[in-house]
T-cell receptor, first 114, second 113 residues
Framework: AQSVTQLGSHVSVSEGALVLLRCNYS??????LFWYVQYPNQGLQLLLK??????LVKGINGFEAEFKKSETSFHLTKPSAHMSDAAEYFC????????????FGTGTRLTIIP | DTAVSQTPKYLVTQMGNDKSIKCEQN?????MYWYKQDSKKFLKIMFS???????INETVPNRFSPKSPDKAHLNLHINSLELGDSAVYFC????????????FGPGTRLTVT
């Protein structure tokens, strides 16, 4: 079985400040991990994914995430927040073959303060 | 050239009615999914099909019935709609079975009154 926990349902940062969104996972198999972003009234867009290659993963829009097995974490960061980053962010873990569903965290709403 | 499309985008209906949501992907993917997002934004898998074969069937009321006429289409039919069915329903697709990233449609907001 797999699960993800996103710490902080709401995060506010000032424009230009560091963005840090936290995700911890639990998985009975080596995890494949994903971050998705959802803008208001839209579907989910893939930001980045970890599939057991490099532990530091770079994604779109300047986001990156680091896989830390010892901490069972996959936190999302961006050095400098932009107003357009305001959205809901979801961390997800994929099950093993035969149970490939994505299990999502509860989401973190990111607000950017001008 | 939308990758994953859903119709309708909004659906307002009364309790007890039957409705369908359609999904199409033009990515050439083998696997498609239905997710439900509730009012608190929580996303949960409902069904998954691979090449028209049902491979994931979560604990969903049997009033919900998916149908895949071909691997590019996955429809969701809901019988006897209830207030609790109000949610946003997302269709998604992935390249194949396995741990591939999933591409999501824009969602269908279902409101049951």
């Amino acid at each position: 079985a797999q699960s993800v926990t996103q710490l902080g349902s709401h995060v506010s940062v000032s424009e230009g400040a560091l963005v840090l969104l936290r995700c911890n996972y639990s998985s009975s198999v080596p995890p494949y991990l994903f971050w998705y972003v959802q803008y208001p009234n839209q579907g989910l867009q893939l930001l980045l994914k970890y599939t057991s290659a490099a532990t530091l993963v770079k994604g779109i829009n300047g986001f990156e995430a680091e896989f830390k097995k010892s901490e069972t974490s996959f936190h999302l960061t961006k050095p400098s927040a932009h107003m357009s980053d305001a959205a809901e962010y979801f961390c997800a873990v994929s099950g093993s073959f035969g149970n490939e569903k994505l299990t999502f965290g509860t989401g973190t709403r990111l607000t950017i303060i001008p | 050239d939308t990758a994953v499309s859903q119709t309708p985008k909004y659906l307002v209906t009364q309790m007890g009615n039957d409705k369908s949501i359609k999904c199409e992907q033009n990515l050439g993917h083998d696997t498609m999914y239905w997710y439900k997002q509730d009012s608190k934004k929580f996303l949960k898998i409902m069904f998954s099909y691979n090449n028209k074969e049902l491979i994931i069937n979560e604990t969903v009321p049997n009033r919900f019935s998916p149908k895949s006429p071909d691997k590019a289409h996955l429809n969701l039919h809901i019988n006897s709609l209830e207030l609790g069915d109000s949610a946003v329903y997302f269709c998604a697709s992935s390249q194949a079975r396995g741990r591939y990233e999933q591409y999501f449609g824009p969602g269908t907001r279902l409101t049951v009154t």
